[in-house]
């Protein structure tokens, strides 16, 4: 239970912008979990991955990322349900396009986005936005703002206003940064809107 805490405590900095704290804290979760195959160490694993990607220690990032495959794969039923204290697949991969994205590997990221939306079965308004977002960051990656941009404003134009703070906001900010030009004006003008 301490590890699932700390490790779920570890995605409040992650999400805005303290990547040391959020790595910190992920690495005492995955410390207590242990050895054994369970939700928590998974959920550890994926979150020390993507502070690290956001620290820019992409060694250890990529380490973090085969730690939560290797620990994913081995979840039984109960660990890999879609409950409050499961890890399923969705949400593994939804972490792994974070982490990917934010390295700059855009084939895994693309390969995570799609099998994460493969296993969106529900509307999840939030998480396919997050996916989409992460598509967005990983084409202005690829060295095309504009796809970047009509991608990500699109993106923003769908979301019903109560899902524009926050994480998306937080996500689509960092891509309006790396944006060049008209492109970045474009996108700054999309999210100016309510």
Not at 32 to 59: F, I
Not at 113 to 118: D, G, K, S, V
Not at 147 to 166: F, H, I, M, N, Q
Request: charged share 20%.
């Amino acid at each position: 239970m301490l590890a699932w805490v700390l490790a779920r405590h570890a995605m409040v900095p992650l999400n805005y912008g303290a990547s040391n704290a959020a790595a910190n804290l992920a690495a005492r979760a995955r410390a207590v979990s242990g050895d054994a195959p369970t939700a928590s160490a998974a959920l550890a694993a994926a979150v020390t991955a993507r502070a690290l990607a956001s620290a820019g220690d992409h060694q250890g990032a990529l380490r973090a990322v085969a730690d939560a495959r290797t620990i994913a794969e081995r979840l039984d039923g109960t660990q890999a349900a879609d409950t409050w204290f499961g890890y399923p697949m969705q949400k593994h991969h939804v972490h792994l396009s974070q982490a990917f994205t934010l390295m700059g590997h855009t084939r895994d990221a693309y390969a995570e986005q799609e099998a994460a939306l493969a296993l969106t079965h529900s509307p999840s308004i939030m998480v396919r936005a997050l996916l989409e977002m992460d598509a967005a960051t990983c084409l202005c990656s690829d060295g095309d703002p504009t796809s970047a941009v009509d991608k990500a404003v699109d993106v923003w134009e769908k979301l019903p206003p109560a899902y524009r703070g926050g994480l998306i906001r937080t996500r689509a900010e960092a891509l309006r940064q790396v944006l060049p030009g008209a492109a970045h004006d474009h996108l700054e003008e999309a999210l100016a809107t309510p």
